[in-house]
């Protein structure tokens, strides 16, 4: 299967193919235009970027800097180096008076008829995770990608917007208002008349900044693409006819298989141009030159349906009709108002009759699209991950933790509960390499009464924190001693140090906090004080460490599995404290988590116990580092971490009783043995019993 599946969806007679954009993928949108208008140097115009608005597709953005940086993709990722990409690309930007505004994709198609492209798109992405742990290729977006991206854009005050569903009608919309160009790489842009132009990313040299010879003046070069130049070419092809040809010759929306008799009969006019021999580029050739032949769309569809059976043609007019609107700007929301005034109305949002704060906060992408699928569709899909494809997703670490949050969105009370049968929400995750469907059911009494999504924000924050603190099995009174910027992440820790199967060994703790302290020590880095010497000595150390983790080698699945469901806590605990309205401060991880270091970080702890004497030369991160240990240490049995041993009678035993629950993945249940801890240390009370 390539990229291009797609799902098949029953309409009348005809079994209809539909591909999904909820699922970006970068070859997405019409299959082989990007690489045939790229070719066609007329179709576009030579830009200097300066002093203008530029409207950025988000998911595209984030995917195609992150795949073209050469980043990390088998060990979870390199954030830290994603945030540098990100903050040089909106730098550029910025030195050539461009002013961004980033639109991102939100929750996916309300209707149903997507669900199977989802799937076999999910299999793709397990295929490729495979493919990657196994040495192999594949692009598969390490997980928390999306969230660095918005955590960027906060931090530097790029103004962005999260739509209620797919965004490029209100890309094309907006961009038109303010008469400035797209940048993405979806070819359906191509269909669009954008007065400014359509740039595509490939073509966008935003790492060569051109200083004007005779001015102060920067810009960055880049071409425009313009639909009306195409149909210019094509014997002044009506504009309006490009959503047709869309539809014919098959996008992230359709693709009828019918149609094949339309192309097996109609003569297409090739012309000159060989088009390089790819079949698919002649085709394209062919298809525009034959509907340049036609006035309107009717016209052109009429001699479409002409080439069918009488019998088939009332179907696929009507289907071809229903995909052409997906090009309609008719109803498009208006973007405007939410950049110049904060807030924009989803009619959508509205008929669903969602909270007016639910509204807001995801299109201010203070909610994960993930949260609105389970909302509006009660159906997720737990994105694919780069692990140990022979055991359980790693996502069923967070399984506890997902039902707290289904229950809180989907407003369950125990009136309901008696009158209606459980609510459910279901997950499409990874068994192996297929896509397993699983059911989790919401009852009354997994939330306390008197809780609803409409009132959760106006909940005092005591209360907020206390269910956040009860997905986390963490009491309050130990909380409100560790410093704010760690609260949410050291408990993290320890709800994954507890919970993650196979089990989490000393030196994964060490390893994952040795990488945070070295993301507080970049951090820090361009901040004069006292210890600045010692800090630049470190952080060349850690650049060192950087170097060598990165030469290849093999590839410890255990390890990965084990990372890779301390990235599921991370991400789940951020939505979760998102949907509570943040009781804690989020955890900022552009720079507190990079796979690829804590995964090197691991290997070297496992051959040395020195190298936990990183931070030696820097008292204040060595205290930091020793101090966040300790609280996680506290947190877990004392036997926790001891090897099993085989006794006389060559059965396994464990030194001491370990509580069973204290390492049950789907468990959340309190553990049987809590440590003796140091009350001295400022973070000895985490997640202790009142």
Known sequence: MTSSSCAVVEAGRFRVVISDPCDLLLNMGIQGFMTFVS?????????????????????????????????????GGEYDKFTDVLHKFFESLSVCSIQAYVVFDGGCDISNKKLETQKQRFREKIRMAQNLSQGKGGSVLPLLSREVCIQVLRNLQVPFVQCFSEADREIVALANLWNCPVLSFDSDFCIFDLKAGYCPQTSFHWKNIVSAKDTRDCYISARGFSARKLCQFYNNMNLVLLPLFAVLTG???????????????????????????????????????????FADVEEAMENVLNQLRVKDRDSVRQLLYSAMEEYSLHDAENLEQYFQRGFYISPTAVKLNLPEWVQLALARGELSPLLSDALVLRRVFLHAQVEDIKKSSAHLITKPVRKLIYALLLNISQDMAKRSKELRVQEFERLETNVR??????????????FSLSNLPQLPLETRLKLLL???????????????????????????????????????IKALIMGMVCGEAGSAQ????????????????????????????????????????????????????QLLSTPLPEPDITRLYSGSLVYHMTQKLKASSSAEDFFVSCPWLEKLYRDCIHAVMCTVPRDHFQNRTRGPSGKSKKKGKVGKKGVNPQGADVLENQPQCDFSNRFAGLLLED
């Not at 099995?473 to 994954?496: F, G, N, T």
């Not at 952080?539 to 590839?555: D, N, S, V, Y």
């Not at 599921?568 to 939505?575: G, H, K, M, S, T």
Request: hydrophobic content about 35%; charged content about 25%; overall charge positive.
């Open 39 to 75: 070719s066609h140097s007329n179709f576009f115009q030579e830009l200097k970027l300066k002093n203008t608005k530029l409207i950025i597709d988000g998911n595209n953005l984030y995917h195609k800097l992150y795949f073209d940086s050469g980043l990390d993709l088998v060990h």
């Open 526 to 577: 361009n901040k004069p004080d006292e210890h600045e010497e010692a800090l630049a000595s470190l952080c060349e150390q850690i650049k060192r460490m950087r170097t060598e983790g990165a030469q290849p080698r093999r590839l410890i699945l255990e390890d990965v599995h084990i990372l890779c469901q301390w990235q599921c806590c991370l991400q789940v605990f951020i939505y979760f404290n």
């Open 251 to 293: 996008n992230d929306y359709i693709n009828l298989p019918v149609l094949e008799t339309f192309f097996s009969k109609v003569n297409l006019p090739v012309g000159n141009a060989s088009h390089g021999g790819r079949r698919r580029h002649t085709r394209i050739h062919g298809l525009l030159n034959w509907l340049s032949r």
């Open 437 to 450: 469907r699983s059911m989790v059911e919401i009852s009354s009494d997994d939330i306390s009464e008197g």
């Open 470 to 508: 009860r997905g986390l099995d963490v009491k309050m009174k130990a909380v409100e001693v560790v410093p704010p910027p760690y609260r949410l992440i050291l408990a993290i820790v320890c709800y994954w140090s507890r919970r993650a199967d196979p089990k989490v060994k000393q030196h994964h």
